[in-house]
């Protein structure tokens, strides 16, 4: 069985540019994560996708950063613009259900590179 | 504020020498604890969880954890280290009302030969 899939796995950009990451979770997973890993530190939420609806978006930067999840399965996370902060790795996992007892299962994650 | 302290950063140990990794955390209830091992360019993946009863909880790759109420505390344990457990680990809590998980800043494991 196919893992969680995200791409691409490593982009660099220049500040104020836009950029985009994808996630194809685990196939019958409802619940689909982002997370913000800075170096050196354990993820971060950003987003929680129950199927299409985004239930915990609250640490999510809303002026730059934008996520849809549409017909419940792919996820794409945006930010425009970009800036040098925004620097890290972003993962993406998935699991069966929202209840903490779900196991989740993480992607290998996307390495922004912001210049 | 659910919070996990992992205060150990880098962590040597040579190959088939113990291993215990530290994680305390902080949770106004029972709380659900994770750790997870993450290689270099690798997604996280799950070594071991703790929900309730037995407070010694086995993992895969040969790893175990106790869960220490009156320590609030979760330490990893190997008895024997091998090379390939280099990598970084990392404990989590989270509740049981949803499936948010809180993360320490991990610990880079070095295996000396």
């Known amino acids: 069985e196919a893992g969680v899939v995200q791409s691409p796995r490593y982009k660099i950009i220049e500040k104020k540019q836009p950029v985009a990451f994808w996630c194809n979770p685990i196939?019958?997973?409802?619940?689909l994560y982002w997370y913000l890993q800075n170096l050196g530190q354990g993820p971060e939420l950003l987003i929680r996708y129950e199927n299409e609806e985004a239930v915990d978006d609250s640490q999510l930067p809303k002026d730059r950063f934008s996520a849809e999840r549409l017909k419940g399965v792919d996820s794409t996370l945006k930010i425009q613009p970009a800036e040098l902060g925004d620097s890290a790795v972003y993962l993406c996992?998935?699991?069966?259900?929202?209840?903490?007892?779900?196991?989740?299962?993480f992607g290998p994650g996307t390495r922004l590179t912001v210049l | 504020a659910q919070s996990v302290t992992q205060p150990d950063i880098h962590i040597t140990v040579s190959e088939g020498a113990s291993l215990e990794l530290r994680c305390n955390y902080s949770?106004?209830?029972?709380?659900?604890l994770f750790w997870y091992v993450q290689s270099p360019g690798q997604g996280l993946q799950l070594l071991l969880k703790y929900f309730s009863g037995d407070t010694l909880v086995q993992g895969i790759k040969g790893f175990e954890a106790e869960f220490k109420r009156s320590q609030s505390s979760f330490n990893l344990r190997k008895p024997s280290v091998h090379w390939s457990d280099a990598a970084e680990y990392f404990c989590a809590v989270g509740g049981n009302a949803g499936n948010m998980l809180t993360f320490g800043g991990g610990t880079r494991l070095m295996v000396k030969p």
């Open positions: 196939s019958g997973h409802n619940t």
């Open positions: 949770y106004g209830a029972t709380p659900y």
């Open positions: 996992a998935s699991s069966l259900g929202y209840r903490t007892y779900n196991e989740q299962f």
